[in-house]
């Protein structure tokens, strides 16, 4: 269940998956949904520990309190100016709940994320880890210029991603692996290419399956009723099926393509490998 058009999903929906080891709660503003704190006790008493991702927005007490309780942690959007950012960082610090941050790298913020890495702000000084996800070019304003593989900053990024310790871990979602295999040097045992409809389902709100909450933009989705057609959808759907077959034909011939599986099955423009590769063989970009 995800997006900030959470208020739609019915509690009672929800519940069909909870069992589910693959099922997950996350995306938007999940904690501005109505029987937010609900689903997580309900959640949490069904063996599972719940994490979310908030914008800061409607932490009230009783979230609060109930994040402490249910969750293993939670994950706080950074927005410029980064004040809502940091009032939420510290609400949920100082009740003692993990905070990991996620941050959009983008051109036009990868020198903010250099900076913070050089030098990070206090708000920063308490989290669990910082989280940097790859700009796909979706929502309400698509900026092509915006896409990360534009940068000319990104080598020095992943140079200080990796050669300065921090009192935070430093991650990244699985969109932003081509970077990860093409720029560093990490353990290929700390890498994995993208999970959607491998390791992972998306349910939108009004109780559709994707492989991620992407496909939303190019796809009408598998309906799931119940748990029946749930199972249905992720074993045997066309649109599950068809996502793991993109990730079985990799066929670039660069080294790492077994490791990044043909990155992304919707968006190829958020590749970050081209760029790294034509650098690395010294072609003009
Ligand atoms: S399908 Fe694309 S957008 Fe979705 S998780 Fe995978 S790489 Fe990211």
């Not at 900030?4 to 709660?25: E, V, Y």
């Not at 969750?71 to 980064?82: K, L, N």
């Not at 992943?158 to 040097?185: A, L, N, P, R, W």
């Not at 393509?257 to 968006?267: E, V």
Request: hydrophobic share 40%; aromatic share 12%.
């Amino acid at each position: 269940m995800g997006s900030n058009r959470i208020g739609n999903l019915k509690f009672g929906d929800a519940t069909l998956f909870l069992f589910d080891p693959f099922s997950f709660i996350g995306g938007g503003n999940p904690n501005q949904h109505p029987e937010f704190v609900q689903i997580l006790e309900y959640t949490r008493r069904n063996g599972i520990v719940p994490n979310y991702t908030t914008n800061g927005r409607g932490l009230t007490d009783k979230v609060i309190k109930a994040s402490k309780q249910y969750c293993g942690a939670v994950a706080v959007s950074a927005y410029a100016p980064f004040t809502e950012t940091a009032s939420a960082i510290n609400a949920l610090i100082n009740e003692g709940i993990k905070v990991n941050l996620h941050f959009i790298l983008t051109t036009e913020t990868i020198a903010t994320a250099i900076e913070w890495l050089k030098h990070p702000p206090m708000m920063l000084e308490h989290i669990n880890a910082i989280i940097f996800l790859n700009y796909k070019p979706i929502g309400r304003s698509v900026v092509p210029e915006l896409l990360l593989n534009a940068s000319e900053l990104m080598g020095e990024f992943f140079e200080v991603v990796t050669s300065i310790k921090h009192t935070f871990k430093i991650g990244f979602d699985s969109c932003s692996v081509s970077g990860i295999v093409s720029y560093t040097k990490a353990n290929p045992n700390t890498i994995e290419a993208c999970d959607a409809g491998r390791f992972s389902m998306f349910i939108s709100e009004d109780m559709k399956a994707y492989p991620c909450s992407f496909y939303i933009s190019s796809d009408s989705g598998v309906p799931i009723t119940d748990r029946d057609s749930f199972f249905a959808a992720w074993q045997t759907s066309e649109l599950f099926q068809a996502a793991r077959t993109y990730f079985r034909s990799y066929d670039c011939d660069c080294k790492y393509s077994n490791m990044c599986l043909n990155g992304c099955p919707i968006f190829p423009e958020i590749r970050l490998c081209n760029q790294a590769r034509r650098k690395k063989e010294g072609v003009a970009l």
